[in-house]
């Protein structure tokens, strides 16, 4: 058994395409109907479930309000707290912009388990696991598949604690198998005419553009260039990818018990062996820095509002830590260059030059360079 993280929004968004089949709810629903009416979200009747379940809603990653601590829990309480103080940046509105987001399809199952009046780990069970003989396959496991949960580390070594139960399970909680993990892909190669194999069939349709160029996105699936279906996830000890070739009816599913985004690269060299196609990669390469250098970036950096990147320095190695998330380790490319262990396509460059004092950083995600200012 592993936890399969942010392939649990593919699940959600499978969900959110069976309650459409059942005409439970529409696409342009907004989520405001789905709250409780005692909960006050100003933005509630601007954003849609289609908003929340492609990452327009707006949304940052992760709620501001998230505990550091990894044992603890999060709310349905913590998480209305969240919305109610949630405001968009001058400028911004939903179902503009992708902007991949923890809180949003978090949201989105937890809307879901409440408008049909269950919790999300069993109508997920009912709707999606068990039509698909995915017996082993929950976002809390039973006592037979806890007996068979592998251990979790950290990309560093440590032993990481397991998923903390959470409001936002829809978007990350989900424990599998790989037996289950491969069922999966086979039903979603060759959707049935079944109700899952109708919501499979609806969740795979492209819905927006996301940040990547020619990257799409549906409901929790994303598609790139050759509409090749994927998706990544990780937790504090897992780390997971799914990819799906409808066209050459191949695919590829990665578990493994490290938290390193690694992985995807090794998963993405198995799906080019399988579809003859050429991909190289290469891990970043490790310039070791003086103490001295390294200390003069040790502080805080806003990523966002309410969210920020803290670096530390720990036995001589620069520690990185976001709002929510546990320290992970920065490894230098140069005395300004650096890249996350756990996940080297994330790096971090301090623009300042020798002798100047270190103002900002920037963070480089993806195709976003985001800068990030000091913080006092």
């Given at each position: 058994m592993?936890?399969i993280g942010?392939i649990?929004k593919?699940?959600?968004g499978?969900?959110l395409?069976?309650e459409?089949?059942r005409?439970?709810?529409?696409l342009?629903d907004?989520?405001k109907g789905?709250?409780?009416?005692?909960v006050s979200?100003?933005?509630?009747?601007q954003?849609?479930?289609?908003h929340?379940?492609t990452?327009t809603a707006?949304?940052p990653?992760?709620p501001?309000?998230?505990?550091?601590?990894?044992?603890t829990?999060?709310?349905?309480?913590?998480l209305?707290?969240y919305?109610?103080s949630f405001?968009?940046?001058?400028?911004?509105s939903p179902?503009?912009?992708y902007?991949y987001?923890?809180?949003?399809m978090?949201?989105?199952?937890?809307?879901?388990?409440?408008?049909?009046?269950?919790?999300?780990?069993r109508?997920?069970?009912?709707?999606?696991?068990?039509?698909l003989g995915?017996e082993?396959?929950r976002?809390?496991?039973?006592p037979?598949?806890?007996?068979?949960?592998a251990?979790g580390?950290?990309a560093?070594?440590p032993?990481?604690?397991?998923?903390?139960?959470?409001v936002?399970d829809?978007a990350?909680?989900?424990s599998?198998?790989a037996?289950?993990?491969?069922?999966?892909?086979?039903?979603?190669l060759?959707?049935d005419?079944s109700e899952?194999?109708?919501?499979?069939?609806?969740?795979?349709?492209?819905?927006?553009?996301?940040?990547?160029?020619?990257?799409?996105?549906?409901l929790?699936?994303?598609?790139?260039a050759?509409?090749?279906l994927?998706?990544?996830?990780?937790t504090?000890?897992?780390?997971?990818?799914l990819?799906l070739?409808?066209k050459?009816?191949?695919?590829?599913?990665?578990?493994?018990?490290?938290?390193?985004?690694?992985m995807?690269g090794?998963a993405?060299?198995?799906m080019?062996?399988?579809?003859?196609?050429?991909?190289?990669?290469e891990?970043?390469?490790t310039?070791p820095?003086p103490?001295?250098?390294?200390?003069r970036?040790?502080?805080?950096?806003q990523?966002a509002?309410?969210?920020?990147?803290e670096i530390?320095?720990?036995e001589?190695?620069?520690?990185?830590?976001?709002?929510g998330?546990?320290?992970?380790r920065?490894?230098?490319?140069?005395?300004?260059?650096?890249?996350f262990r756990n996940a080297p396509m994330?790096r971090?460059s301090?623009p300042?030059k020798d002798?100047?004092d270190?103002?900002?950083l920037?963070l480089?995600f993806g195709?976003?360079d985001i800068?990030c200012k000091?913080?006092p």
């Amino acid at each position: 058994m592993f936890e399969i993280g942010s392939i649990s929004k593919v699940f959600t968004g499978i969900l959110l395409a069976d309650e459409i089949g059942r005409g439970r709810c529409r696409l342009d629903d907004t989520m405001k109907g789905y709250l409780p009416k005692s909960v006050s979200v100003p933005t509630g009747s601007q954003i849609t479930l289609a908003h929340l379940a492609t990452h327009t809603a707006g949304y940052p990653r992760e709620p501001a309000n998230l505990p550091r601590e990894p044992e603890t829990s999060y709310s349905p309480a913590d998480l209305y707290t969240y919305l109610a103080s949630f405001s968009f940046p001058p400028g911004q509105s939903p179902g503009v912009a992708y902007d991949y987001s923890n809180v949003g399809m978090g949201l989105l199952g937890h809307l879901i388990a409440l408008h049909e009046g269950t919790d999300l780990d069993r109508l997920l069970y009912e709707r999606v696991a068990k039509p698909l003989g995915m017996e082993s396959t929950r976002v809390r496991a039973t006592p037979g598949m806890a007996s068979r949960m592998a251990s979790g580390y950290d990309a560093d070594g440590p032993p990481a604690p397991a998923h903390r139960e959470s409001v936002l399970d829809g978007a990350g909680a989900i424990s599998s198998s790989a037996r289950d993990m491969l069922r999966f892909m086979r039903a979603n190669l060759h959707p049935d005419g079944s109700e899952v194999g109708k919501a499979i069939a609806l969740a795979q349709q492209p819905l927006h553009d996301t940040d990547e160029q020619e990257e799409r996105i549906g409901l929790g699936w994303h598609l790139d260039a050759q509409d090749r279906l994927f998706h990544n996830g990780q937790t504090g000890g897992f780390h997971s990818y799914l990819a799906l070739d409808r066209k050459r009816e191949v695919g590829v599913v990665v578990l493994t018990n490290v938290a390193s985004l690694v992985m995807d690269g090794f998963a993405r060299a198995v799906m080019a062996r399988l579809t003859g196609e050429q991909y190289t990669f290469e891990l970043p390469k490790t310039v070791p820095q003086p103490i001295s250098v390294l200390q003069r970036y040790v502080g805080r950096y806003q990523v966002a509002p309410g969210d920020a990147l803290e670096i530390t320095l720990k036995e001589g190695v620069l520690m990185g830590r976001s709002s929510g998330d546990s320290a992970r380790r920065l490894d230098p490319e140069s005395a300004s260059e650096f890249h996350f262990r756990n996940a080297p396509m994330i790096r971090v460059s301090f623009p300042a030059k020798d002798g100047e004092d270190v103002s900002g950083l920037v963070l480089h995600f993806g195709p976003k360079d985001i800068p990030c200012k000091r913080l006092p």
